[in-house]
């Protein structure tokens, strides 16, 4: 059984950091390019970041660069997200997902819980 565990979220400050981790099982992740996405209260899900299976390729939501970097550890089958400079409109529930050619869509069609993120101004 294909599952996707998101980790690492919580309250933090405006101008605080944290780092998600998303642990993926049932079968090897290593050969797919992988992405954080997120959805607000009352919002559509949105793509935050990507990474490709080797790790030398990665794409960010104009919102978000500079101030997070999407990284992963295959040999853990675990992708991470470091999130800086936090701001209110970062706080939603991050989830992980395989993606799809255009790094931007999730590819599978079922999600994990995810994990809150609240910052607080």
């Known amino acids: 059984q294909v599952q996707l565990v998101e980790s690492g979220g919580g309250l933090v400050q405006a101008g605080g950091s944290l780092r998600l981790s998303c642990l993926a099982s049932g079968r090897t992740f290593s050969r797919d390019a992988m992405g954080w996405f997120r959805q607000a209260p009352g919002k559509e899900r949105e793509f935050v970041a990507s990474?490709?299976?080797?790790?030398?390729?990665?794409y960010y939501a104009d919102s978000v660069k500079a101030r997070f970097t999407i990284s992963r550890d295959n040999a853990k089958n675990t992708v991470y997200l470091q999130m800086n400079n936090l701001k209110p409109e970062d706080s939603a529930v991050y989830y992980c997902?395989?993606?799809?050619?255009?790094?931007?869509?999730?590819?599978?069609?079922?999600w994990g819980k995810g994990t809150l993120v609240t910052v607080s101004s």
């Open positions: 997902n395989t993606v799809i050619s255009d790094f931007r869509t999730g590819g599978m069609p079922y």
């Open positions: 990474i490709s299976w080797s790790g030398g390729v990665t």
